[in-house]
């Protein structure tokens, strides 16, 4: 009893030591509902930032998760983080930079600035010696994982998107405009990034999100990445949600038409947040598509 206690123990340590790499600051690790789940957080140095990230799982296939607007690991993916097979996969969930715990530096958005986090996120996992990685983006991230997989095509593995849009129209122009100002949010959706930017960081950002993403709107037909749509080679999955009040449904069939080989599933129940509504059914999707179960 006492040998298989000491040798939980030791290898507890390896998984807090594995972090500490040079440049790694280990901010807190807690324990998740089994052994060998541990979730550890640290902070590296990519490109000229300290990167936060939180890490689990034990398993061969790296995933990497990449938040929304103003989003994070912890606030993004906590059943992803909690739920995804740690057995299989080894979890990755990152904050770009100005978001979470990637700070500083307070958040910009030039116009490169999607490009921006799809390099810093592809040197992030280089960083953390992973060899390959899939990608499951939501939102921004979905928007962010498509440039990195038509960018660096050799780096990624396969990739699930929902909530992305390659192009900026008036409909959605209209709709950023309407969340402009953060204290007509509901205290739902409000309440944990107010907690953790604090009010004054989060309205200002959100405002600066909505200049940022409008900005697009002044390109040639609104483009974000659809012309880097072709160069995709990994396998992908789109998943939209039928009631997303957020992101329309063109803009997911634009995708799947221009993405050669994807696969676009609807959830009908869906809204924007539906990893988060249907976690379940949506870890059960991810999984088997990176698996290589769908038909």
Not at 93 to 110: K, L, V
Not at 209 to 234: E, R, T
Request: charged residues 25%.
């Amino acid at each position: 009893m006492a040998a298989a206690l000491n040798s939980q123990v030791l290898r507890r340590l390896r998984i807090l030591l594995s972090a500490l790499k040079p440049g790694n600051q280990v901010s807190r690790a807690g324990p998740a509902a089994a052994f060998g789940t541990s979730v550890t957080s640290a902070k590296v140095a990519v490109n000229g930032v300290h990167l936060h990230y939180q890490q689990t799982g034990e398993g061969e296939h790296a995933v990497l998760l990449l938040p929304g607007m103003l989003g994070s690991g912890e606030t993004d993916f906590g059943p992803q983080i909690q739920n995804l097979n740690k057995k299989l996969f080894t979890v990755v969930a990152w904050d770009p930079r100005g978001y979470g715990h990637s700070r500083p530096p307070d958040r910009d958005f030039p116009a490169d600035f999607f490009e921006r986090d799809a390099k810093d996120a592809v040197d992030l996992m280089k960083t953390l010696k992973f060899q390959k990685v899939s990608l499951l983006g939501w939102s921004d991230g979905g928007i962010t994982s498509l440039i990195a997989a038509a960018k660096y095509p050799s780096y990624i593995n396969k990739m699930v998107i929902w909530g992305a849009n390659a192009y900026v129209t008036d409909e959605d122009e209209k709709i950023y405009q309407g969340i402009r100002d953060v204290s007509k949010w509901s205290e739902k959706t409000r309440k944990p990034l107010e907690t953790l930017y604090g009010y004054d960081y989060f309205a200002k950002t959100c405002e600066k999100w909505v200049d940022g993403i409008n900005q697009f709107k002044h390109l040639p037909d609104g483009n974000i990445c659809g012309h880097l749509l072709p160069l995709v080679q990994c396998p992908t999955l789109i998943v939209h949600g039928e009631k997303d009040p957020l992101v329309p449904r063109f803009h997911a069939d634009f995708i799947h038409k221009h993405v050669r080989g994807s696969r676009l599933h609807l959830m009908p129940e869906g809204k924007h947040n539906l990893h988060l509504r249907f976690a379940n059914e949506f870890n059960k999707l991810a999984e088997d598509f990176l698996l290589g179960k769908h038909t």
